[in-house]
């Protein structure tokens, strides 16, 4: 399949569906057919391009300037995708070529953001892979919203245009396998230039960060984790986290995980998080509520390599936006930590949208996360959204949600806490 095939099937499925859906705010038909061919060209030359003819999305009219590795690597861009319209006062809201971002799942319900128009072009099949950025959750939260996988990178190891620091690049991607191609392009050096193909005689040299995956069949010890429902502090709704902790109950039982018992409390960061993005807001009881935090996050990744959580304490909400709940409860306290994270599909909710797991690991673990994701996904049924290009919102069909619910109680593990309002 060459490149223009892929870009032209691509632009295809747009043309249909996004009308109903509204994941791009633009689309760039003709440049991208004109970016496929030069890939075609170049991989006729010779010219190893381990992304050639990828379709992306790219998150925002600029995106492209976070784009320049992947399109270094052959990808091509086909559009902008949708991110909160001008004044909006919540992240939550995309506002796409023909109105506001729907859920693939129930189109009365947001998809999440801010990176709203990548989650759900992702999850509709428009595209295999759209980039994000996440500041609170702005990839994991759409990404547990709309039933794919979202990565946020370690803060600092990608550029970034926030001068608060609390941004990082990231992705969103219906497999592991794909996110992991995104982190190998990225993560390839200073400069994004791809690495080469791999030698064909002789495994490539592992590196602490990064040890050689084990020969298909050969035994993988399960990784310890530790399982928090709300971070010692966040009003998380039982129902997602039993679903949440089913996930976590399933990864143990296939041996991808073993479950350590360890308290998890954390500071809500919730007022730091305010603070350092506020003009005039007390960085100094910011910066203590960091410290307080990174000191026992350091702790608890010197015991075990692994954190699990609910990707968001309650479901997603609709249009008329969250109210005086925050989203980012479970989030952001990464954001200000630094660490990676990822949100991975955990299956449908009592409202039969998607749930997401959390994975957060220490700085500079993406690798681990992606292997635990793709270790997971090995045994699960995928979600796949019942999505036709309406806007008239609508559960999936029952039978659907059956195949990725179970009736596991939410049990001792998974007690939240009272606390602060979320949004």
């Known amino acids: 399949m060459s490149a223009v095939d892929a870009v032209a099937a691509a632009l295809t499925r747009i043309a249909r569906v996004d009308p109903g859906l509204s994941a791009f705010a633009e689309v760039w038909a003709e440049e991208a057919l004109g970016r496929a061919a030069e890939v075609d060209a170049r991989v006729a030359e010779g010219a190893w ?38 004044g909006t006062p919540w992240q939550t809201w995309g506002l796409g070529a023909h109105g506001r971002t729907v859920n693939p799942w129930r ?110 069949g050969a035994p993988v010890s399960p990784v310890p984790a530790v399982w928090s429902a709300d971070l010692g502090f966040a009003d998380t709704d039982p129902g997602i986290a039993a679903r949440a902790f089913a996930e976590v109950r399933r990864l143990a039982a296939a041996g991808i995980v073993r479950l350590v018992e360890r308290e998890v409390t954390l500071t809500d960061p919730g007022p730091a998080w305010l603070a350092l993005r506020t003009p005039g807001g007390d960085v100094s009881r910011a910066r203590t509520v960091r410290a307080a935090n990174d000191r026992r996050l350091a702790e608890l990744f010197g015991e075990v390599p692994l954190l699990l959580t609910p990707a968001t304490p309650n479901p997603p909400h609709g249009h008329e936006g969250p109210g005086e709940r925050y989203s980012t409860a479970l989030t952001w306290a990464f954001n200000l930590s630094g660490h990676p994270a990822a949100s991975v599909p955990a299956g449908l909710g009592p409202d039969r949208c998607p749930v997401g797991l959390q994975l957060v690991a220490a700085h500079d673990r993406e690798p681990l996360l992606l292997d635990v994701a793709r270790r997971a996904e090995r045994h699960r049924p995928a979600l796949v959204p019942v999505f036709d290009g309406g806007r008239d919102g609508a559960a999936p069909p029952a039978a659907a949600a059956a195949s990725t619910m179970d009736s596991t109680p939410a049990g001792p593990e998974t007690r939240s806490r009272r606390g602060g309002p979320h949004r």
Not at 57 to 85: D, I, Y
């Open 107 to 216: 189109a009365d319900r947001t998809p999440g953001g801010s990176s709203a128009g990548s989650a759900a072009a992702v999850a509709a099949g428009l595209v295999p892979l759209a980039t994000g950025s996440d500041g609170a959750g702005s990839v994991r939260i759409p990404a547990a919203w709309c039933g794919v996988l979202g990565l946020k990178t370690t803060t600092g190891r990608l550029p970034s245009a926030d001068r608060t620091g609390l941004t990082a690049a990231g992705v969103l991607t219906r497999s592991a396998s794909d996110a992991a191609a995104y982190w190998r392009v990225v993560a390839a050096g200073p400069d994004g230039t791809p690495a080469g193909p791999p030698p064909s005689s002789a495994q490539q040299r592992p590196s602490a960060q990064h040890p050689p995956s084990a020969p298909p």
């Open 49 to 86: 391009l381990p992304l050639a003819g990828v379709p992306i999305g790219v998150k925002g009219r600029h995106g492209l300037r976070a784009a320049g590795a992947l399109v270094s690597a052959g990808c091509v861009p086909v559009g902008a995708t949708s991110v909160p319209g001008p």
